[in-house]
T-cell receptor, first 113, second 114 residues
Framework: DQQVKQNSPSLSVQEGRISILNCDYT??????FLWYKKYPAEGPTFLIS???IKDKNEDGRFTVFLNKSAKHLSLHIVPSQPGDSAVYFC????????????WGAGTKLIIKP | SQTIHQWPATLVQPVGSPLSLECTVE??????LYWYRQAAGRGLQLLFY??????ISSEVPQNLSASRPQDRQFILSSKKLLLSDSGFYLC?????????????FGPGTRLTVL
């Protein structure tokens, strides 16, 4: 049973426009969510996170939105740049324990020039 | 600064052969260490994690095993590889024990079992 789902395997966006990557989760006990970015043949790197006590967290061009009632989060990248082309993983966890990260399958973002 | 090394970068092995992948971390002490596998078209699957020397927690039953002989060394092994073991293996470290701690990943090993 996939507790974290990224239903879009890939997304193509024009350079300069907004990229929106979506993630859904099923476990209502998750209270911390993270986005990681991965280039080919490299390990993922941390991008941005959000706690369930917030509904928005912003860091430069990257904003993560959390809708707890819908069990949905999204990552917005504005404006999109060619270097943003990568695979983006959504991950979730519970902070009250040593519960580990549960990862989505990833969305490949392609920024077109 | 902290760095994490994995080797080899790529590996092609026949079915039934043994496996040993090594991961080492520099610049930190007593890290928590993780082994993940990313199969084609799938997310990261946590295989093992370790909070200290000789302490291994297994998340998924399989024909793989892990060992932590030294504080900053984590080894993934198999006695006999299966075709389904093909994938991209990633080692990661954190300072904290929870999933909310930022995980720092190594460059990964691409394993192809033929």
């Amino acid at each position: 049973d996939q507790q974290v789902k990224q239903n879009s395997p890939s997304l193509s966006v024009q350079e300069g426009r907004i990229s929106i990557l979506n993630c859904d989760y099923t476990n209502s006990m998750f209270d911390y969510f993270l986005w990681y970015k991965k280039y080919p043949a490299e390990g993922p790197t941390f991008l941005i996170s959000i706690s369930s006590i917030k509904d928005k967290n912003e860091d430069g061009r990257f904003t993560v939105f959390l809708n707890k009632s819908a069990k949905h989060l999204s990552l917005h990248i504005v404006p999109s740049q060619p270097g943003d082309s990568a695979v983006y993983f959504c991950a979730a966890t519970m902070t009250d324990s040593n519960y580990q990260l549960i990862w989505g399958a990833g969305t490949k973002l392609i920024i077109k020039p | 600064s902290q760095t994490i090394h994995q080797w080899p970068a790529t590996l092609v092995q026949p079915v039934g052969s043994p496996l040993s992948l090594e991961c080492t971390v520099e610049g930190t002490s007593n890290p928590n260490l993780y082994w993940y596998r990313q199969a084609a078209g799938r997310g990261l699957q946590l295989l093992f994690y370790s909070v200290g020397i000789g302490q291994i927690s297994s998340e998924v039953p399989q024909n793989l095993s892990a060992s932590r002989p030294q504080d900053r060394q984590f080894i993934l092994s198999s006695k006999k590889l299966l075709l389904s073991d093909s994938g991209f293996y990633l080692c990661a470290w954190t300072l904290g024990q929870g999933g909310s701690d930022t995980q720092y990943f190594g460059p990964g090993t691409r394993l192809t079992v033929l």
